[in-house]
């Protein structure tokens, strides 16, 4: 069950590979993310020497009140995972075209994961096709419906 999703990324890329993985938060942070507040529109995930962070999103304090003065929603947060994923992830970051987007926030136990994917850019006639199909969609749950 996803807490936070970032709809802009599935619409504008199309996933190569997906991965999980864990991310460092405050405690007033991870009780925002499961009071569904936050947003991932517009982050990406960056590789800096051997560790990879989530970059531009959104994250509100839980309570305002008695949130740190300096506190940045947008700062970056690392993510947590495996030597071979990050090695992974540098070779995917180099090539030309692909980009790393994060898809959604969820709880796993008493953790929240970050579900990241390598994504490519979908062309125009790709996003058309896209519209078509979930229109056609929409189309089709109306009928059965209604019958």
């Known amino acids: 069950m996803s807490l936070i999703f970032n709809r802009k990324a599935t619409f504008k890329y199309e996933v190569q590979e997906k991965i999980e993985a864990g991310i460092e938060l405050f405690g007033f942070e991870v009780k925002s993310i499961r009071g569904k507040h936050g947003s991932l529109d517009g982050s990406y ?3 800096r020497g051997n560790e990879v962070f989530l970059i531009g999103a959104h994250i509100p304090p839980y309570q305002v009140n008695n949130t740190p003065r300096e506190y940045d929603s947008y700062r970056a947060r690392k993510l947590l995972l495996k030597k071979e994923e ?3 992830l540098i070779g ?3 090539v030309k075209g ?3 987007v994060p898809i959604s926030m969820y709880n796993k136990g008493h953790k929240i994961k970050v579900e990241i994917a390598v994504m490519r850019g979908k062309k125009q006639h790709d996003k058309r096709a896209s519209i078509k199909k979930r229109e056609m969609d929409r189309e ?3 009928t059965l419906k209604n019958q």
Do not use: N
Request: hydrophobic share 40%.
């Open 86 to 88: 990050i090695k992974e």
């Open 92 to 94: 995917k970051e180099k």
């Open 45 to 47: 995930v960056s590789v």
């Open 140 to 142: 089709i749950r109306r």
């Open 98 to 100: 692909l980009t790393i």
